[in-house]
């Protein structure tokens, strides 16, 4: 049972970044996923999350430039990142929302100014 995140970077202001989040193990259709980020001096937060039927929900401050995505035949989680802020930096997770909450490895993000 495991989540597999991808695709972190660096990139400049403005830029676009896609991670992807593997899961293996369990029934991943059922469950709420979400991602989480953890920037420099500041608590984790949650980014984005996505119902087993499809429904999004963001924080405010990525709300019209990231899209929460899921393909329930490949097991795997997205979150397109456009028009990247500095203040986006951070380190991005994965999350299988349940009773007994599973983590993926984060996956670092810098978006330099």
């Known amino acids: 049972v495991q989540l597999q995140a991808s695709g972190g970077g660096s990139v400049q202001a403005g830029g676009s970044l896609r991670l992807s989040c593997k899961a293996s193990?369990?029934?991943?259709?059922?469950?709420?996923m979400a991602w989480y980020r953890r920037s420099p001096g500041k608590e984790r937060e949650l980014v984005a999350s996505i119902t087993s039927g499809g429904s999004a929900d963001y924080v405010d401050s990525v709300k019209g430039r990231f899209t929460i995505s899921r393909d329930n035949g490949k097991n795997t989680v997205l979150l397109q990142m456009t028009s990247l802020k500095p203040e986006d930096t951070g380190v991005y997770f994965c999350?299988?929302?349940?009773?007994?909450?599973?983590w993926g490895q984060g996956t670092q993000v810098t978006v330099s100014s």
């Open positions: 193990g369990f029934a991943f259709a059922s469950y709420r």
């Open positions: 999350k299988r929302d349940s009773n007994v909450a599973l």
